[in-house]
Each structure stands twice: as structure tokens, then as C-alpha cells.
Nanobody, 122 residues
Framework: QAQLVESGGGLVQAGGSLRISCAASGRTSSVDGMGWFLQAPVKECEFVAAISWRGPWTYYSDSVKGRFTISRDNVKNTAYLQMNSLKPEDTAVYYC???????????????WGQGNQVNVSS
């Protein structure tokens, strides 16, 4: 099975930027999709962005479109979420997830990272 390790979260002021990473290891040969999700206090898990691992396809939620960019480095088996123009409402724990294809639905993914706290102060 695939293992995912996230890094790069932290505290930033509104309007600032952060980049979070998700490094995959283990059985990644069947992985062809990756998604980022967020979990804010007392809210459900919410889709942020997704990317196909071997093709050009990306997809974003309306709330982050134009501010966040998902990308990947196939050599490093690492995906990134570049977050610009951050808002206090972006504050959440961000999770990466992978599976055989990309999906906007959290229930589709079997392999998850440990989560990465992002705090945006006003």
C-alpha cells in the first residue's frame, strides 16, 4: 500500500502564501490520482483540489480556484499545493490522499496523509 507524508503547513497572515507537500512511498505504481482535502473545526471534510498523476488533468473547488495550484513531481513522487492569497476561512487541517485515479470525493480514496495544520490569521 502507499504511504503519504505531508509537510509545510504553519501560520500565515491573510493575503500570504504557503506551500504544502505530500510525499508518496511504498506501492505507488498503481497510483494515478491525488486529491487535497481540508477539515475545519465542526465542519465536514471538504474537497480542495485534485490532480492526475500521469496526465495533465487538474480540478479545483470554486473556493480556491485562482488562488491555489496543485502540482506534482513524478521523479520525487511528491505533490504540492501552493496556496496564495490565503484567507482566514482557509484555516483547516489539510489532507492529501491517493488512489488509482483522481476524484473530488473523499470517500473514494484509500490512502491518506497524516494531515497538516494551516492557520491563517486576520
Amino acid at each position: 500500500q502507499a504511504q503519504l507524508v505531508e509537510s509545510g503547513g504553519g501560520l500565515v497572515q491573510a493575503g500570504g502564501s504557503l506551500r504544502i507537500s505530500c510525499a508518496a512511498s511504498g506501492r505507488t505504481s498503481s497510483v494515478d490520482g491525488m486529491g487535497w482535502f481540508l477539515q475545519a473545526p465542526v465542519k465536514e471534510c471538504e474537497f480542495v483540489a485534485a490532480i492526475s498523476w500521469r496526465g495533465p488533468w487538474t480540478y479545483y473547488s470554486d473556493s480556491v480556484k485562482g488562488r491555489f495550484t496543485i502540482s506534482r513531481d513524478n521523479v520525487k513522487n511528491t505533490a504540492y499545493l501552493q496556496m496564495n492569497s490565503l484567507k482566514p476561512e482557509d484555516t483547516a487541517v489539510y489532507y492529501c490522499a491517493v488512489d488509482q485515479s483522481a476524484s473530488i470525493y473523499s470517500g473514494y480514496y484509500h490512502y491518506w496523509g497524516q494531515g497538516n495544520q494551516v492557520n491563517v490569521s486576520s
